[in-house]
């Protein structure tokens, strides 16, 4: 890049490479460049919510992988039971015979089931959006960003991380 025909406004609108808490960066977009304090704390405010939902979406998702897979194994074994009647069940037993109620493999992976996996695709989509626009935020240099970003994840994580936690343990077997 030839930098001798680069003009001031060029320059400006590079980022700054190291920790800094002045305004200016963009963020998002190049028309949101919050430039006062009362921006940049505004910027932050929303920044801090951002990271908030995204620990929320997490267990939320957690929520509702444990709904579905609990869901799977209840369709699964609707089908795939197997049931005798009593008296073919009693002339198998006086016959010698081993009664089995089901002959079926365990299914290592679940069905594709439509009404789990499309929102399934768009919560990971949505929590993906989120994880962008938090690492576009972090990548300005902007101290004051990653700081709120950081308490945001962290009180996040305090208010919802515990709904993730118990999904994963009670249905985690």
């Known amino acids: ?29 190049r028309t949101i460049a919050p430039k006062s304090k009362g921006a ?17 979406v ?21 089908r795939n039971v197997v049931l005798k009647d009593d008296t073919q ?3 198998d037993e006086k016959a010698g015979k081993p009664f089995l109620a089901s002959t079926s493999r365990t299914r290592m992976i679940p069905p594709f089931i439509v009404s789990h996996d499309v929102p399934r695709g768009v919560i ?11 690492m576009l935020a972090v990548m300005t ?15 996040g994580e305090l208010a919802f991380g ?3 936690t118990a999904a994963s343990s009670v249905h985690g077997h």
Request: hydrophobic share 55%.
């Open 89 to 91: 069940k009693r002339r």
């Open 162 to 164: 515990r709904f993730a």
């Open 40 to 56: 940049l704390a505004g910027a932050a405010v929303f920044l801090f919510f951002l990271a908030m939902l995204e620990r929320f």
């Open 1 to 29: 890049m030839d930098m001798s025909s680069t003009d001031n406004s060029t320059l400006s609108m590079m980022m700054t490479p190291y920790l800094h808490f002045t305004g200016g960066d963009s963020l998002f977009f």
């Open 58 to 78: 997490v267990a939320m998702r957690a929520v509702m992988e444990a709904h579905w897979k609990q869901s799977a194994r209840s369709a699964l074994a609707a």
């Open 124 to 134: 990971h989509a949505a929590q993906s959006l989120i994880h962008f626009a938090l």
């Open 141 to 155: 240099f902007q101290a004051a960003y990653i700081i709120t970003i950081t308490l945001g994840l962290g009180v």
